[in-house]
């Protein structure tokens, strides 16, 4: 193959040195620390160079994590019952009385239409490689048989306004009347289908009131800036409680420890651990030493980078694909809601549609990341029927095109795509390269930065198979026959090593 020119040689080079430089310790150098990249949480005080003791996962996890591509991110909790779009962020605008509400609405909740092994076969047919299920959002409501327990809450309807109240209950699916552990039967039946298992868990906890103020908690204190290391974003203006005692703070990362320590010891191989918001730099230390134990628990695991910075494993870019390659040695994964939000959706016209899923899945597989499409289902447990239309619809045309996107690599510097609708992919032995038009190609597809081997064959996969190519000093044209199939994408399998 003929080298790129001198702008994309310099790219290339690039990209192989900071690869090399950043492997396995996405902090390996100054430059990649510095770099701000979209989802990518590092805050001020987390170490930028982990612990010497401290270790991420190993190659062949990474390896598997990029190797995934494709995945399906529910979140389902107690928003659902409330018919929440957009998890359990709406919380916080609620006013004292509707807080109040929702946090009885677990009592009533009894979601019949669940059937975990339905949504695996689902998934697997929809060309899902992964999953991510959300053990517990910031509502505090955990979907799993936690043993520990909650001993302090929020009275949002006590007389003279909100108060602490002492209690004593899991505040979980099991004091539910449904009364099952949902996590567990979503691993087990996961398991069963090969699918890769993400667990979301919050770090805050807007239930259990000795997180106050982390998180964005509605109960803060006074200082909570300060405090939880954050601007605390409020829909309204906060309730005022009582500062954080030092026992109660150690209560609270008891607790956090604890059922993190159950997600990774209850429910089999876990592939990725998803955390989500921070704690703040007072509580650091023991966060800490809790990602450590964790990383000793299964060696194997991912971490989401939220909360805890180079400490994680990989990134999400949240509701955007970057807009090139990105440079840091650590993995990413773009999170997307297909409605309007990560939860259910009822609104038929806000689902994006099969083309957009393709089109997102295509340009962050090119730029070397995965892309991850969130859905949620009612209160019953079943998923709109357009949600699962139009991912029916993508996954038909990703597993006719499988070979280009599951287990490939994105091209050295610049080489990911030619112009506006040209994407590329290649095998790991740099074999083929597999050019995906977002758009059907107008006749003759002309590619400028490949080289087919002589005398091989160009293969438009989707059952078209080989088409007429020749090289020339303009690059590589491909003929598209006039009767090849209308598609989502067009991708062409390409030799051009030996």
């Known amino acids: 193959m003929a080298l ?46 982990p ?16 190797d995934m591509k494709y995945a399906v991110r529910i979140h389902w909790g107690i928003y659902a019952v409330a018919g929440m779009a957009h998890e359990s962020w709406p919380f916080l605008g609620l006013s004292d009385e509707e ?4 946090n009885q609405l677990y009592k009533t909740w009894n979601p019949q239409g669940f059937d975990a092994e339905q949504w695996m076969r689902f998934f697997e047919q929809a060309g899902f490689h992964g999953l991510a299920f959300t053990a517990k959002h910031h509502e505090g409501f955990s979907m799993f048989d936690t043993k520990t327990r909650v001993h302090s809450r929020v009275n949002w309807a006590a007389p003279g306004g909100p108060a602490l109240e002492d209690c004593d209950l899991a505040y979980s699916i099991m004091e539910t009347p449904y009364h099952r552990d949902i996590v567990k039967e979503i691993c087990d039946a996961a398991h069963r289908h090969g699918l890769m298992i993400d667990l979301y868990f919050s770090h805050p906890d807007w239930y259990d009131a000795d997180f106050r103020p982390y998180g964005y908690d509605p109960a803060q204190v006074e200082g909570s800036d300060t405090l939880a290391g954050v601007v605390q974003r409020q829909h309204r203006p906060a309730a005022m409680f ?21 997600l990774l010891t209850n429910y089999g191989k876990i ?9 703040g730099a007072k509580v650091w230390p023991q966060m800490k030493q809790t990602v450590k134990q964790l990383r000793a628990i299964q060696p194997d695991v991912m971490f989401r980078d939220r909360g805890i910075g180079n400490y994680g494993d990989y990134y999400t870019p949240e509701q955007v694909v970057p807009s090139d390659k990105q440079p840091t040695g650590m993995p990413w994964m773009v999170i997307y809601p297909l409605g309007s939000g990560f939860s259910y959706d009822p609104v038929n016209g806000n689902y994006k549609g099969a083309k957009w899923i393709v089109d997102n899945l295509v340009d962050s597989v090119a730029k070397g990341g995965n892309f991850m499409v969130g859905i949620g289902p009612d209160k019953d447990g079943r998923f709109h029927p357009t949600a699962i239309a139009q991912i029916t619809e993508a996954g038909s045309w990703i597993r006719a095109n499988a070979e280009a996107i599951y287990s490939t690599r994105e091209r050295p ?6 112009g506006a609708g040209v994407r590329f992919t290649r095998t790991k032995d740099n074999r083929f390269v597999y050019a995906i038009s977002l758009s059907r190609p107008q006749g003759t597809l002309v590619l400028k930065t490949v080289t087919a081997q002589p005398n091989s064959e160009v293969v438009l996969l989707g059952g078209a198979g080989s088409v007429p190519w020749r090289q020339t000093a ?25």
């Not at 612990?51 to 990029?66: K, T």
């Not at 651990?273 to 704690?279: E, F, G, P, R």
């Not at 510097?413 to 030619?418: A, P, Q, S």
Request: proline share 7%.
């Open 413 to 418: 510097g610049l080489l990911w795509k030619e």
């Open 4 to 49: 790129p020119n001198s702008s994309l040689l310099r790219s290339w080079i690039l990209s192989l040195a900071l690869c090399a430089s950043a492997r396995f310790c996405p902090a390996a150098t100054e430059a990649e620390r510095n770099i701000v990249v979209p989802g990518h949480r590092n805050q001020a005080y987390i170490d930028p160079v």
């Open 99 to 102: 807080r109040q509400r929702y």
């Open 242 to 262: 009582p500062p954080v005692t030092a026992a109660e703070q150690d209560r609270m990362m008891a607790r956090h420890r604890e059922q993190l320590r159950e």
């Open 51 to 66: 612990d010497a003791d401290y270790h991420h996962a190993p190659e062949a996890a990474y390896d598997a994590f990029r």
């Open 474 to 498: 303009d690059g590589l044209e491909i003929t598209v026959p006039e009767n090849a199939p209308a598609a989502l994408a067009y991708a062409f399998k390409i030799q051009t090593g030996a």
């Open 271 to 279: 592939d990725m651990l998803c955390l989500d918001i921070s704690l």
